[in-house]
């Protein structure tokens, strides 16, 4: 079997979808199933060449919609290869062109001969794009009402048309169905999104992640790995963590006083244990949202608690060493189809910390593996208030449990199988 994959971009920094194309691949040739991907990025970019499938890089797309000249006649040439094409993501050029290269190529078909030439079927994987949030998020009114028009000219119908759409996880598919009319594909599959078992732990992961937070030494932290986004609910996270941290130092004992039997301080915030600094990393430090969440925490270093850094993206040996080095990954996230950094945390042996909007909260609940509350400064509270407040011995059980969660429901193999079964049953 041959797949052709069409994204917009391969850019690791555009986040998770370019890397579960990245994470399947190799799983997928394990299988006999060979892949390629037609993407719009320019052929010089930094991030092509080191892939091991072939990438066609076509150029960059023009404007909101991303439209290139150069993909329907790419389409037009090369779809007859292909046993099956999937399209990622939702609302760009790219979709569009393959549904309209395909029709073409039927037409060609039928006024030739109609039985040669055997085109790929479609599919579709949204990665979280009908999602009804992205339709009742506050600010996003022009967008919603942009989506619904193009829901009813193109969007719908390569839905409905495809010969199944995939999906990464029950929580996606079950929101998919809420917020578009007349919505009927042919088939809605739960395939999963595999993450491949992490790289062991090495002396290189640690000293490329301390040379950027080289005062984390000694000092245990907590740990958000994403892109630097309103979405991603950043600001509560440095609020009730500030708030937190502030609340923690005010309460720490006088030293005289320190053997005294004083209930208050046995509370959450009763300097217990070495408290922890908060990691936030990722790309987008540079856009007004990152400033701002910078800003917000240099507030609260002037009161002579530095515990907020913000290396920037973090990849490679620096991004493994922040994992293994962390005590928990954090994601108060108002909406996240999937969560590729939660699953590297889990199978990393960490307990996350996640909002109940991380369309994979449930499995993770359901065997013990962090904690959930609402995407709220007060939920977010709560995360961190039900962490500091664990026994050590708790906190090894959840770090089995993370482990366990990984195993059970995000390992990469089972994940390519489902994805095979899926195409080659159409």
């Known amino acids: 079997m041959k797949i052709l994959r069409v994204i917009g971009s391969m850019n690791p920094a555009s986040g998770g979808p370019c890397q579960g194309i990245r994470n399947s691949i190799p799983e997928l040739e394990k299988l006999g199933v060979s892949n390629e991907v037609v993407c719009l990025d320019v052929p010089e970019a930094s991030f092509m060449g080191k892939d091991e499938f072939t990438i066609h890089a076509l150029g960059q797309g023009k404007g909101p919609w991303n439209y290139s000249p150069k993909l329907t006649p790419w389409l037009l040439e090369n779809l007859p290869r292909f046993d099956a094409v999937i399209v990622h993501g939702l609302w760009l050029h790219h979709g569009y062109a393959v549904r309209k290269a395909l029709n073409k190529l039927r037409?060609?078909?039928?006024?030739?001969?109609?039985?040669?030439?055997?085109?790929?079927?479609?599919?579709v994987m949204p990665h979280g794009m009908l999602d009804p949030y992205f339709q009742k998020a506050a600010g996003r009114?022009?967008?919603?009402?942009?989506?619904?028009?193009?829901?009813?000219?193109?969007?719908?119908r390569i839905i409905n048309e495809a010969a199944g759409v995939l999906f990464t996880c029950e929580a996606e598919l079950s929101l998919a169905r809420q917020?578009?009319?007349?919505?009927?594909?042919?088939?809605?599959?739960?395939?999963?999104?595999?993450?491949?078992?992490?790289?062991?732990?090495?002396t290189?992961?640690?000293?490329s992640f301390l040379t950027l937070c080289p005062e984390l030494q000694t000092r245990p932290y907590l740990l958000f790995l994403s892109r630097i986004h309103e979405k991603k609910g950043i600001d509560l996270l440095v609020k009730a963590y500030s708030e937190l941290t502030i609340r923690h130092h005010l309460l720490k004992p006088v030293p005289e006083l320190a053997e005294a039997d004083d209930v208050s301080l046995s509370s959450t915030l009763a300097p217990t244990r070495q408290w922890p600094a908060l990691v936030i990393a990722g790309p987008g430090l540079d856009t007004p949202y990152g400033k701002m969440l910078q800003k917000q925490a240099e507030?609260?270093?002037?009161?002579?608690?530095?515990?907020?850094?913000?290396?920037?993206?973090?990849?490679?040996?620096?991004?493994?060493?922040?994992?293994?080095?962390?005590?928990?990954?954090?994601?108060p996230s108002h909406q996240e189809n999937f969560g590729i950094a939660v699953v590297e945390a889990l199978a990393c042996r960490k307990p996350v910390l996640i909002s109940?909007?991380?369309?994979?909260?449930?499995?993770?609940?359901?065997?013990?593996?962090?904690?959930?509350?609402?995407?709220?400064?007060?939920?977010?509270?709560?995360?961190?208030?039900?962490?500091?407040?664990?026994?050590?011995?708790?906190?090894?059980?959840?770090?089995?449990?993370?482990?366990?969660?990984?195993?059970?429901?995000?390992?990469?193999?089972?994940h390519a199988l489902r994805v095979w079964q899926a195409l080659k049953q159409s």
Do not use: H
Not at 141 to 155: D, Q
Not at 179 to 202: A, Q, S
Not at 305 to 328: H, Q, T, V
């Open 179 to 202: 917020p578009f009319r007349p919505y009927f594909p042919k088939r809605e599959v739960n395939v999963g999104y595999g993450i491949p078992e992490p790289p062991k732990l090495t």
């Open 141 to 156: 009114k022009l967008k919603a009402l942009r989506n619904w028009v193009y829901w009813k000219l193109i969007e719908g």
């Open 356 to 414: 109940d909007q991380v369309n994979i909260w449930r499995e993770i609940a359901q065997v013990g593996g962090g904690l959930v509350a609402k995407d709220t400064e007060e939920g977010t509270k709560e995360l961190l208030s039900t962490w500091i407040d664990l026994s050590e011995e708790e906190r090894g059980q959840m770090r089995n449990n993370a482990r366990d969660a990984y195993e059970d429901f995000f390992a990469i193999k089972p």
């Open 107 to 123: 037409l060609r078909k039928t006024a030739s001969q109609p039985g040669s030439n055997k085109l790929p079927n479609l599919f």
């Open 299 to 331: 507030e609260t270093a002037r009161s002579g608690n530095r515990s907020i850094y913000f290396p920037g993206m973090l990849a490679g040996d620096s991004k493994w060493g922040a994992f293994y080095g962390c005590e928990a990954f954090i994601l």
């Open 204 to 207: 290189s992961m640690q000293e």
